[in-house]
């Protein structure tokens, strides 16, 4: 019996044209074949890849950042985190996001899983953190951030409301429910 | 004691420039007025809304679709979904994505949340459904879907394999959370 190759099927890419280089986001035209044989075109976008880290302080309490987003045109609440800076180590990033953004500097970080924001668009992932042994460190925020306000919670008050339809950012829902079961797996 | 409104700051948008517009992805550049007062520019995309369906059988197996995202490169595990049409209803968008791919069609749909994949980049979100009474009904696959898989596992056995890091599309990692969450908190 031969290999169903039809289960392997994927795309090729024949060719590529940045259609626009901008400061934050490229965007791609490529020359394709689709899965079922045929050429055709795919617009793909390049944007940093992301990380966060869901800080736990001594008694269980988890850090969450609000500021506004300009796409959204509104504040949302997040779990520290933000762009991975180009040949930055994905951990690094999260460390150093979270002490710019809250001042709190996590000692210990144990990943959580990486997850793929918008995979029919970019390539890009976002890796996720649980930071421990939080250490005072220094807010440093950019220009854009000013407003940028911190809260602490309990995890699983910050699980429950993550789950009501209040937290909406991918990256932070995601951490979320995924420390709270690393951690409630680890108490049982 | 007045309002403190460093605490409501947001951004507004002064005008707005098409970069390109692109069949699936338009890439905008904005005039903006950043959260500290000072004016800048910010690139913003529109991409459609998306819609997901955990659709969960009699005996609480869910169906798992694998198909390959051209950006990524390779083949990703995910729940049934895909593009919200314009002026399609995102309930309607879950059940139509669910019976192309899967060739089931839920009989009754519970939101389960509603997230932002990118909120730095692009407004779309992507809504998230629990399906169930599952009646059979026609696949009806794009080319591009061409070697689209199916599989079908237990709830609990893909909200473990979601944890592990196999599966990292991000609609299908807060989709399964959030259907365990609901359903054991039903079951309790």
């Known amino acids: 019996m031969g290999v169903n ?7 090729e890419r024949l060719g590529s044209e940045v259609l626009y280089r901008g400061a934050h986001v490229t965007l791609h035209r490529d020359r394709v074949v689709q899965p079922d044989g045929a050429e055709g075109t795919y617009e793909r976008l390049t944007i940093a890849d992301g990380a966060r880290v869901v800080a736990v302080d001594d008694v269980g309490w988890v850090a969450l950042v609000e500021d ?16 991975v800076a180009a040949g930055e180590d994905p951990e690094a990033a999260a460390a150093r996001e979270c002490e710019e953004e ?37 807010v440093r925020r950019d220009p854009t951030e000013a407003g940028m306000r911190v809260c602490w919670m309990p995890l699983d008050e910050a699980v ?26 680890g108490a049982g």
């Open 68 to 83: 506004a987003f300009a796409p959204v045109g509104r504040r949302l609440l997040h779990v520290p985190g933000g762009g």
């Open 160 to 185: 429950r409301v993550a789950g009501t339809g209040a937290v909406t950012e991918a990256g932070t829902v995601v951490a979320l429910l995924m420390a709270a079961r690393l951690l409630s797996a």
């Open 102 to 138: 809250t001042g709190w500097r996590p000692g210990a970080l144990r990943p959580l899983g990486v997850f793929h924001p918008l995979p029919s668009r970019t390539s890009a992932v976002t890796h996720l953190y649980l930071g421990t042994a939080l250490r005072p460190g220094t």
């Open 5 to 11: 190759h039809a289960e392997c099927r994927t795309w």
